[in-house]
């Protein structure tokens, strides 16, 4: 087994309590005001804070460091308009044919339809594509570990990213994504994981009345 090459955590950076609790304070205050957005402005966004956005996303964790993600950033108008097309085709074969009865339930207090317009509205689509597997310099299949796990966190790095940026989101998964590779040339061993929608919200825009549950029920402590 090769000995891995050690470096300093020259990278860390030590708060007093005081500090860190404030500090702690202050994201989750900041946090909690994301709200899932579905009414998009076609407002400008300067493509270096997308860049931003995108590269803090890549710091995230990853089972052996195999980094299993690809980001697509879709800005083409033409390529949002094709990616609607083929997104509504699925969901409306989705709402009025595969979703059971329950799952239709809880999605109506969300207010979802097969109808997604802020495809094509917001500047951003940012595509995020699960790596199955590597290819190495020499064409070898390279083995992905906790490959699922990882894309999830980069996904959630990238969208609290969006939000710190002061930029409003929208997790899509149209099911099945497999004309997201064909649209967006990607090959046969990335798979689809989600279109995270980015921009600016409507001036109108609207969400669900909706709350989280109470934290004695997602958390405890022993």
């Not at 799952?103 to 594509?129: C, H, M, S």
């Not at 929208?170 to 689809?192: C, D, I, Q, W, Y």
Request: with cysteine; charged share 20%; aromatic share 8%.
């Amino acid at each position: 087994m090769q000995s891995p090459n050690m470096i300093p955590n020259s990278g860390y950076r030590e708060y007093t309590q005081s500090e860190m609790l404030q500090r702690s304070k202050e994201f989750l205050s900041d946090v909690s005001r994301r709200r899932t957005v579905r009414h998009f402005s076609d407002r400008a966004v300067p493509r270096a804070i997308i860049e931003n956005c995108a590269l803090a996303a890549l710091t995230a964790p990853s089972g052996a460091n195999m980094q299993p993600w690809h980001f697509v950033v879709v800005t083409d108008p033409k390529l949002k308009a094709e990616i609607r097309v083929a997104a509504e085709r699925e969901e409306r074969e989705f709402y009025h044919s595969r979703a059971p009865k329950e799952w239709l339930d809880a999605l109506a207090p969300l207010g979802t339809d097969e109808n997604k317009p802020y495809l094509e509205t917001a500047p951003y689509l940012i595509v995020v594509f699960q790596q199955l597997h590597g290819v190495s310099a020499a064409g070898n299949t390279v083995k992905h570990y906790y490959a699922t796990e990882s894309v999830g966190l980069a996904a959630g790095m990238l969208i609290t990213a969006v939000h710190n940026a002061g930029l409003a989101s929208l997790t899509h998964t149209p099911s099945p994504m497999g004309f997201l590779n064909t649209v967006l040339k990607r090959p046969a061993h990335e798979k689809a994981f989600l279109i995270l929608v980015v921009g600016y919200p409507s001036d109108d825009a609207l969400v669900p009345a909706i709350t989280k549950r109470p934290p004695e029920e997602s958390i405890s402590w022993m």
